[in-house]
């Protein structure tokens, strides 16, 4: 059983940074694919970074370019978002997710396994 357990939100204003983790349980499960969803009130859930195969590729939400950075720890068994210069519109429930080879790795219906989720709020 994968177990993803996410830390690190809370309340910035506008222009601050912040970092997310991820507790992965699974060392494999880190070496196929992981990534950050979010989801604001009366929103989809969206795609926000990817990154594959410890790091050969990664992918990112256009919102998001330029500001924010996946990485992995794979002595900790943790993944990072490294999130920049936030905006008002950052505000979500932040989620970890992962999966072995999702088909489209920015859409949420190809992963299996799913963090409970850590807000981020920015004013």
């Known amino acids: 059983q994968v177990q993803l357990v996410e830390s690190g939100g809370g309340s910035v204003q506008a222009g601050g940074s912040l970092r997310l983790s991820c507790r992965v349980s699974s060392p494999t499960i880190m070496r196929a694919t992981m990534a950050w969803f979010r989801q604001a009130p009366g929103k989809e859930r969206e795609g926000v970074a990817v990154?594959?195969?410890?790091?050969?590729?990664?992918y990112y939400a256009d919102s998001v370019k330029g500001r924010f950075t996946i990485s992995l720890d794979n002595a900790a068994n943790t993944l990072f978002l490294q999130m920049n210069s936030l905006k008002p519109d950052d505000t979500a429930m932040y989620y970890c997710?992962?999966?072995?080879?999702?088909?489209?790795?920015?859409?949420?219906?190809?992963?299996?396994?799913w963090g409970q989720g850590t807000q981020v709020t920015v004013s």
């Open positions: 990154i594959v195969k410890g790091g050969v590729s990664t």
């Open positions: 997710a992962a999966d072995l080879e999702p088909l489209s790795p920015l859409d949420q219906q190809w992963y299996n396994y």
